[in-house]
């Protein structure tokens, strides 16, 4: 098979449903007016409510929710075979990614910013928003801790991107400065920036060569490093450091995947992994796990906390919500489009890729991961004319920019759900952005130092995937609630609901059964929690949603529902 025929058929159905089916939920399911007002206008307090364009909202949201796991998570589902990767990557985004990204984002702009676990409470009751907030609050503690490994992993195997990455720093704060202070249109500062970020990738080898010391940090002084920087950047204005940042990244990630994508044309590589390999070994079920697996690279909880918790924050007019939203999630279909590819047509050979993926153990590393998606990815750029080194580099470097943004706005998103669990209990000390900042990062640092190198982080790894889908699941819970409460139809939210759901309850059961076969009593107990909470919260919101009737009040919308 070839691959550039997969991605133009992906790619089509992407526009396809950009075109059609997001207008459609856009239209008439949401209702969208851009003369609504919305939460960076009304609360504007120029930290986290700042009234944002478009074009450089959608650049912070598209690489906060496009971080690493987009790229490792289908970089081992192939491993059962490029087709039903492919499907799910493909049906996945147009049909349940892209509406759950869209929907959080709406009812959080249309509830004055707050997070969808804080929206829980109003949808459902007060204890569910607990349990959801605790939910979430476990699932980014496990982020922060294991994308600063990554990142530090990364920094050490190509110390060429450490130059590259830290420019890109210097560069986000000066243009937050000139765009935010000094009065300038921000597109040819950016414009100019992007190209001293591109020029400083060519020379990044150079740097660390210069410099032996920047290749002899360790991957545990490096995560030390970014949680300290995470903490600043959670604390600073958004647009001092995040969302210039970020708008510089989107340029960045573009443009990788305009080089990937013109390198697989020019290649047409054959795919060398086959179709289906429904039985590897060592491997869990295809079915559920194939959904947990890709997990980003279709749909994602933590996705919906990007939406709800920064983002709706930023909006400036409320149709902004669609090419952000839904748009933004299809630009993550195409990441995981483009690491499905580049682990299954960037081998030289169909036996290359067998004793890649010899087994699950094999292949379920993280270093086998990346390598597979930095090499084969490096590859397609290389068929450009571009040194291969170069073009390995560049993809390090899209790799780490991707982890780094969602490592950034997990920090954030960490911050502000702390300080509305504080706020619900009267903990006024913590709804202080330092303190409840300094509460987030020291909790996740000292996760990743409960093991050598900065590798604690991984010990809760396992039930990254569960709790992701679980987060979704609940996410498009309280998004039908909230739209039968409207009297408006929920069947585009609640069926996608439904399969997540499903999915998420027979794996979770079934790592737990793992873990206890494996005598892995944190894992289990852990697992066990996660499951007992996400039966509790499934239930209180389903009987929430039986119980939801349309009584609209003189506003318009239920007491205590944005309409």
Same mark, same amino acid.
């Given at each position: ?49 700042? /009234? ?17 796991? /987009? ?64 939910? %979430? ?29 830290? %420019? ?109 390999? /429904? ?113 390995? %580099? ?5 790799? %780490? ?163």
């Amino acid at each position: 098979m070839n691959a550039a025929i997969l991605a133009v058929i992906v790619l089509i159905a992407y526009a396809l449903g950009y075109l059609f089916y997001s207008k459609f939920l856009s239209e008439r399911i949401f209702g969208l007016d851009p003369d609504e007002p919305v939460p960076s206008k009304q609360c504007e307090d120029g930290v986290d409510f700042v /009234p944002t364009r478009m074009h450089v909202l959608w650049g912070h949201h598209y690489t906060s929710i496009a971080g690493a796991a /987009p790229i490792v998570g289908p970089a081992l589902a192939v491993i059962w075979g490029w087709l039903p990767a492919l499907l799910w990557v493909t049906l996945g985004t147009l049909t349940m990614g892209a509406v759950h990204d869209f929907s959080s984002l709406v009812v959080s702009l249309r509830n004055k910013g707050r997070s969808i676990g804080d929206i829980a409470g109003v949808v459902v009751n007060s204890r569910v928003r607990t349990l959801f907030l605790l939910i %979430i609050s476990f699932l980014i503690w496990v982020v922060l801790a294991v994308f600063a490994f990554i990142i530090g992993t990364l920094f050490v195997a190509y110390p060429g991107s450490i130059f590259p990455i830290n %420019i890109q720093i210097l560069i986000a704060v000066l243009l937050g400065w000139l765009v935010y202070r000094g009065g300038m249109g921000i597109l040819w500062p950016s414009l100019i920036g992007y190209a001293i970020l591109l020029a400083s990738v060519f020379v990044g080898q150079d740097v660390a060569a210069a410099i032996p010391a920047l290749g002899s940090i360790s991957v545990g002084a490096w995560v030390w490093l970014l949680m300290i920087y995470s903490f600043v950047a959670s604390v600073l204005p958004v647009w001092l450091l995040l969302q210039p940042r970020d708008y510089l990244n989107s340029h960045q990630l573009i443009t990788g995947l305009v080089l990937l994508t013109g390198g697989l044309f020019v290649l047409h590589p054959a795919v060398q992994a086959p179709a289906l390999n /429904p039985s590897p070994p060592g491997a869990p079920p295809i079915l559920p796990f194939l959904f947990i697996t890709i997990a980003c690279g279709a749909i994602s909880g933590f996705h919906g906390l990007v939406s709800s918790g920064t983002t709706s924050k930023q909006v400036s007019c409320m149709t902004d919500a669609r090419p952000i939203g839904y748009g933004g999630m299809l630009g993550e279909g195409a990441v995981g489009l483009l690491a499905i590819l580049a682990t299954t047509a960037g081998f030289a050979t169909a036996s290359e890729w067998h004793a890649h993926y010899a087994s699950w153990g094999a292949a379920s590393g993280l270093g086998p991961k990346l390598a597979a998606f930095v090499n084969g990815g490096g590859g397609f750029i290389a068929a450009l004319g571009i040194p291969i080194g170069a073009a390995k %580099i560049f993809v390090a470097v899209m790799v %780490i920019a991707f982890a780094a943004t969602s490592l950034d706005t997990g920090a954030r998103i960490q911050r502000l759900i702390i300080s509305e669990l504080a706020s619900a209990y009267g903990i006024r000390p913590l709804t202080n952005r330092y303190a409840a900042s300094g509460v987030g990062i020291g909790a996740a640092l000292v996760l990743a130092l409960t093991q050598a190198g900065g590798k604690g982080g991984l010990i809760l790894w396992p039930l990254f995937g569960t709790t992701n889908q679980l987060v979704a699941g609940v996410t498009l819970l309280v998004v039908s609630i909230w739209l039968r409460k409207l009297g408006r139809p929920i069947r585009y939210t609640l069926i996608p609901m439904f399969v997540v759901a499903a999915a998420t309850l027979v794996a979770m059961v079934e790592e737990l059964r793992g873990h206890l076969a494996a005598g892995n009593w944190l894992l289990a107990t852990t697992a066990a929690a996660i499951l007992i909470l996400d039966v509790w919260v499934l239930l209180e919101g389903l009987a929430a949603l039986y119980a939801a009737r349309p009584e609209p009040g003189p506003s318009g919308a239920p007491e205590g529902i944005s309409p």
